[in-house]
């Protein structure tokens, strides 16, 4: 489908704004298994993409991205900044200005590459490739999004994590949802509300 | 300056500052220093343009290493090295070691005038295997 500026703009604010209501529970959720910053850091980046947002939305869908994805490198903060912009800024350079569903599939699998690689991490680590990858999958199974994401993300609780600051708790981390796998099902609602005009 | 650059990227400007007070009396002036530490708040966190200005300022054409606490911190300074100019790239390496001791086994290994390699090499002598 065209991405134009008025939804670019729409995802830059619906992402942006969704993240920002949940900083409480995603500082809670850190608070449980890691330094407690991840709220506020992924608050501080999407502010200032907010604050950016006319440069941002004035260019291509692929360029957007990237802009967004460099905000998010220079303002977070913390690691979520580099893993989230990452994100960004492959899908940014994997996607054409208007993707079909098979170019957006092609750019996310990319994009999830390119994570793995800055994080040093594989799924099962209790992460957000713990939702981003059973995304992936249902994308390409033309499953239901919102469902795969939710699951996944819930299905972060009983892991033991093996990357990041929680793996420093070992078996302590088991019982609490991942915090960046929180963030990523939040993120990936907003975008699917967007592009099915439920905002 | 022809020895390799040390930088010390620490959540904490506190431990930054105070990791490059002990390089400077324990090994001198003679290697390009520079620290940073926190968010760009100013609270505890890593800033991936302060690393960017950091590795700048420590810059030698020998090469520039650096050192770090936390996770964040290792990200953050991977991702400050990608976003170089292409020719720096490959002359920062993020080392593998305790960021006080490894900063001053760094900073002396350099002072001698030693590569990139081996000044990383000393450095990465102190991490477990």
């Known amino acids: 489908m065209p991405i134009d500026s008025a939804v670019i703009r729409k995802l830059v604010e619906t992402t942006s704004e969704r993240i920002i209501a949940r900083t409480d529970e995603l500082t809670a959720l850190d608070q449980a298994i890691g330094d407690g910053d991840h709220g506020f850091n992924m608050k501080r980046g999407f502010e200032a993409i907010l604050a950016d947002a006319d440069r941002i939305c004035a260019q291509p869908l692929p360029q957007a991205l990237h802009a967004a994805g460099t905000v998010l490198v220079m303002k977070v903060g913390g690691a979520s900044g580099p893993l989230f912009g990452t994100l960004l800024m492959s899908l940014g350079k994997a996607m054409p200005a208007a993707p079909s569903r098979t170019d957006a599939t092609q750019a996310f699998a990319a994009a999830i590459t390119a994570v793995k690689a800055r994080g040093k991490s594989e799924p099962g680590q209790k992460t957000m490739l713990d939702v981003l990858v059973p995304v992936q999958s249902a994308l390409i199974g033309d499953r239901p999004l919102r469902a795969a994401a939710a699951e996944a993300a819930a299905a972060t609780v009983p892991m033991k994590a093996s990357r990041g600051r929680a793996s420093f708790l070992g078996d302590r981390s088991i019982g609490h949802m991942d915090p960046g796998a929180r963030s990523s099902e939040i993120l990936i609602g907003a975008v699917l509300d967007v592009l099915e005009g439920k905002v | ?129």
Do not use: Y
């Open chain 2, 1 to 129: 300056m022809s020895n390799v650059g040390v930088v010390i990227v620490s959540h904490s400007a506190k431990v930054a500052e105070g990791a490059a007070d002990m390089v400077r009396q324990m090994v001198g002036t003679d290697i390009p220093l520079a620290w940073c530490g926190g968010n760009p708040d100013g609270g505890l966190g890593t800033n991936v343009e302060a690393i960017m200005k950091a590795i700048d300022m420590a810059w030698s054409d020998r090469g520039v290493v650096i050192l770090v606490d936390l996770g964040g911190a290792e990200t953050n300074s991977e991702m400050a090295v990608e976003m170089l100019p292409p020719q720096r790239q490959g002359k920062v390496i993020v080392c593998n070691a305790p960021i006080v001791e490894g900063s001053v086994m760094a900073a002396t290994e350099a002072s001698g005038g030693a590569s990139l390699a081996e000044v990383r090499r000393t450095a990465e002598e102190l991490s477990p295997v």
